[in-house]
């Protein structure tokens, strides 16, 4: 395969069609024309060609729209989902394969299983195929254990609401469960979670989060569906293909266990699992296919796969490095000869947001506007308005389009004005502090306003509230909770 380099030697990028907090979609760059040596032939005789295997789009579906740990499928994938039908219905009949990614924390092991699963919830989504999620369901492997809340989700995203004492989640009869069972063809309402009950459930759910217009056939896949595991069609990269490796004091200082909430959330690019459409009409032979089963197969069979220096590749080194820039954090050279020049592999700059509910008592007693719907605009011409909902722990992402600009976000009735770009730098001094503190609902609205007396009662009251000597200064104990707390 060509590398598709420009004159300056680095590979070209595609173009990316949309980004949002959940996922990413977009073309591949056109691969330069294949080269082939002929010879003259007699009218019996003949050449033949086998043109390479080339990724022409790209979707993405980000670490956020699973639970944690988990390959269940979040609600809110839905909008993420109608992105891949576009991108299906621009390129018809172009061929998908899934691929499942983790990042460098943990074992391969454990890491290649859980990447495969995730893979193999999406594939199961876009065929209907409830044996699949079933499998992930009734076979739970270390921390992905569907369970219970997983049919709670699934139930609430259908329109069925679950009341404080239904006994879905105690393993008794549940009047929402009843109902769905009402309501769909073949299953008896007697309220409890049985196997035929779950695969219905399974499918509905998979219908409202596709659209009941969107769904594909095993042969809109690479292997079509040839091999029973998926082989081609869908597979785990386990740790093997982060898209951002930490430098050497980063990786020291995020190993230390108080750091490990934010190594995980700096870590979330590399978590995530892509789609490539391939050039219509290309097949693969799953039984020659490099990359091995989802479920069934080993973590040494990737790594046969490796660069000479793919273990050197996962290497801390003195720097942060990144795929978009550096070109060489993916150990698997078959995985990065389809990946290179992806505009869906590189780090999107995200506007990050985490919103607490109001509320006049101590902050680390206020809880997170979790699942909370939202509209957000002005971050610029590409996208006017966004619309989603924040996460379980109150956070919305928005990719940065402008590094300045003035966005509305609008949300529990609220309309709150952000000026992006305007925060400054921690170590900036006192302006710096008093803006944390302020977003964090200490102190007047107008910062700009703050007097020496209002800034020293801000501080003690953040140090009150944080058990820290109530110095009203900003000593360097109060900057790093401050730090923490406000997240950047």
Same mark, same amino acid.
């Given at each position: 395969?060509?590398?598709?380099?420009?004159?300056?030697?680095?590979?070209?990028?595609? =173009?990316?069609?949309?980004?949002?907090?959940?996922?990413?979609?977009?073309?591949?760059?056109?691969?330069?024309?294949?080269?082939?040596?002929?010879?003259?032939?007699?009218?019996?005789?003949?050449?033949? *060609?086998?043109?390479?295997?080339?990724?022409?789009?790209?979707?993405?579906?980000?670490?956020?729209?699973?639970?944690?740990?988990? =390959?269940?499928?979040?609600?809110?994938?839905?909008?993420?989902?109608?992105?891949?039908?576009?991108?299906?219905?621009?390129?018809?009949?172009?061929?998908?394969?899934?691929?499942?990614?983790?990042?460098?924390?943990?074992?391969?092991?454990?890491?290649?299983?859980?990447?495969?699963?995730?893979?193999?919830?999406?594939?199961?989504?876009?065929?209907?195929?409830?044996?699949?999620?079933?499998?992930?369901?009734?076979?739970?492997? =270390?921390?992905?254990?569907?369970?219970?809340?997983? *049919?709670?989700?699934?139930?609430?995203?259908?329109?069925?609401?679950?009341?404080?004492?239904?006994?879905?989640?105690?393993?008794?009869?549940?009047?929402?469960?009843?109902?769905?069972?009402?309501?769909?063809?073949?299953?008896?309402?007697?309220?409890?979670?049985?196997?035929?009950?779950?695969?219905?459930?399974?499918?509905?759910?998979?219908?409202?989060?596709?659209?009941?217009?969107?769904?594909?056939?095993?042969?809109?896949?690479?292997?079509?569906?040839?091999?029973?595991?998926?082989?081609?069609?869908?597979?785990?990269?386990?740790?093997?293909?982060?898209?951002?490796?930490?430098?050497?004091?980063?990786?020291?200082?995020?190993?230390?266990?108080?750091?490990?909430?934010?190594?995980?959330?700096?870590?979330?690019?590399?978590?995530?699992?892509?789609?490539?459409?391939?050039?219509?009409?290309?097949?693969?032979?799953?039984?020659?296919?490099?990359?091995?089963?989802?479920?069934?197969?080993?973590?040494?069979?990737?790594?046969?796969?490796?660069?000479?220096?793919?273990? %050197?590749?996962?290497?801390?080194?003195?720097?942060?490095?990144?795929?978009?820039?550096?070109?060489?954090?993916?150990?698997?050279?078959?995985?990065?000869?389809?990946?290179?020049?992806?505009?869906?592999?590189?780090?999107?700059?995200?506007?990050?947001?985490?919103?607490?509910?109001?509320?006049?008592?101590?902050?680390?007693?206020?809880?997170?506007?979790?699942?909370?719907?939202?509209?957000?605009?002005?971050?610029?011409?590409?996208?006017?308005?966004?619309?989603? %909902?924040?996460?379980?722990?109150?956070?919305?992402?928005?990719?940065?389009?402008?590094?300045?600009?003035?966005?509305?976000?609008?949300?529990?009735?609220? %309309?709150?004005?952000?000026?992006?770009?305007?925060?400054?730098?921690?170590?900036?001094?006192?302006?710096?502090? %008093?803006?944390?503190?302020?977003?964090?609902?200490?102190?007047?609205?107008?910062?700009?306003?703050?007097?020496?007396?209002?800034?020293?009662?801000?501080?003690?009251?953040?140090?009150?509230?944080?058990?820290?000597?109530?110095?009203?200064?900003?000593?360097?104990?109060?900057?790093?909770?401050?730090?923490?707390?406000?997240?950047?």
């Amino acid at each position: 395969m060509d590398d598709n380099s420009n004159s300056s030697g680095a590979p070209e990028t595609g =173009s990316v069609i949309d980004s949002s907090d959940g996922s990413v979609s977009g073309t591949h760059p056109e691969a330069a024309a294949p080269v082939f040596r002929a010879a003259p032939t007699t009218t019996d005789e003949k050449n033949t *060609i086998r043109p390479g295997l080339f990724p022409i789009a790209c979707w993405r579906l980000e670490d956020i729209r699973f639970d944690f740990d988990s =390959s269940f499928i979040r609600p809110d994938a839905a909008p993420d989902v109608k992105k891949l039908h576009d991108l299906v219905k621009a390129h018809k009949k172009a061929p998908l394969s899934v691929f499942g990614h983790a990042d460098p924390v943990g074992q391969e092991t454990y890491n290649k299983m859980l990447s495969g699963r995730r893979a193999m919830s999406v594939y199961g989504m876009l065929i209907r195929d409830a044996d699949i999620w079933e499998r992930l369901y009734s076979k739970p492997y =270390s921390g992905d254990n569907w369970g219970l809340p997983r *049919i709670q989700s699934m139930l609430e995203a259908l329109g069925y609401t679950l009341a404080d004492n239904d006994g879905l989640l105690r393993g008794g009869v549940s009047e929402a469960l009843k109902q769905f069972q009402s309501d769909s063809e073949g299953l008896t309402a007697h309220g409890y979670l049985n196997a035929p009950t779950r695969k219905k459930l399974y499918v509905a759910y998979m219908d409202w989060l596709c659209g009941t217009d969107f769904k594909l056939e095993k042969s809109a896949f690479l292997a079509q569906g040839a091999d029973k595991d998926g082989r081609g069609d869908y597979q785990g990269c386990s740790e093997f293909n982060p898209v951002l490796i930490f430098s050497k004091a980063e990786n020291k200082e995020f190993s230390k266990p108080e750091n490990h909430k934010q190594r995980n959330a700096v870590n979330a690019p590399s978590r995530r699992v892509m789609v490539f459409l391939f050039r219509r009409g290309t097949k693969v032979n799953p039984e020659k296919w490099p990359c091995p089963k989802a479920e069934t197969e080993k973590v040494q069979e990737c790594r046969d796969r490796f660069h000479s220096d793919g273990d %050197k590749r996962l290497e801390n080194r003195d720097k942060r490095r990144t795929f978009s820039q550096d070109h060489d954090t993916f150990a698997c050279r078959f995985y990065e000869l389809l990946a290179t020049g992806s505009p869906c592999e590189e780090i999107q700059d995200n506007w990050v947001l985490r919103v607490l509910i109001s509320g006049s008592g101590p902050l680390p007693g206020r809880k997170p506007l979790a699942n909370e719907p939202y509209i957000l605009t002005g971050v610029g011409p590409k996208r006017p308005e966004i619309r989603g %909902k924040t996460d379980p722990n109150g956070v919305l992402r928005a990719a940065v389009e402008d590094d300045t600009c003035k966005m509305m976000l609008t949300i529990a009735g609220l %309309k709150i004005t952000l000026d992006g770009g305007a925060l400054q730098a921690m170590d900036s001094g006192d302006p710096a502090v %008093k803006e944390r503190l302020c977003n964090l609902g200490y102190g007047d609205a107008d910062v700009d306003s703050w007097t020496d007396d209002t800034y020293e009662k801000a501080l003690k009251k953040f140090q009150k509230d944080h058990k820290l000597s109530e110095t009203g200064t900003a000593d360097a104990d109060t900057k790093q909770r401050l730090k923490e707390i406000h997240g950047s």
